[in-house]
């Protein structure tokens, strides 16, 4: 079963810039488009950024322009550079593959993200 490990996450002022990653122990970026979701407590899991094999990528409305999904094929990571970053960002962060729940590896912990002043 595929790993998935998350990191990056940590305390920052609004307007501050984060990157995240996202390390899987497989090869599975040849064959799976992958997001990065994000959650809050009481509320559902939410799609952040998706990138597909081919390098598309899809973002939450909210985060257009200040967020950018990238991928490494060759180190198996998926990354999320947060800039302009506000207080509703803050959340915990999830990577997992990009499609309907059924696709999905075992969720990893997740990294904390706390926008605040």
């Known amino acids: 079963q595929v790993q998935l490990v998350e990191s990056g996450g940590g305390l920052v002022q609004p307007g501050g810039s984060l990157r995240l990653s996202c390390a899987a122990s497989?090869?599975?970026?040849?064959?799976?488009?992958m997001a990065w979701y994000r959650q809050t407590p009481g509320k559902q899991r939410e799609l952040v950024a998706g990138?597909?094999?081919?390098?598309?990528?899809k973002y939450l409305e909210s985060v257009k322009g200040r967020f950018t999904i990238s991928r490494d094929n060759a180190k198996n990571t998926v990354y999320l550079q947060m800039n302009s970053l506000k207080v509703e960002d803050t959340a915990v962060y999830f990577c997992?593959?990009?499609?309907?729940?059924?696709?999905?590896?075992?969720w990893g912990q997740g990294t904390q993200v706390t926008v605040s002043s």
């Open positions: 997992n593959v990009w499609g309907p729940s059924w696709q999905y590896f075992d």
């Open positions: 497989g090869s599975i970026f040849n064959v799976n488009g």
């Open positions: 990138i597909t094999t081919g390098g598309s990528t």
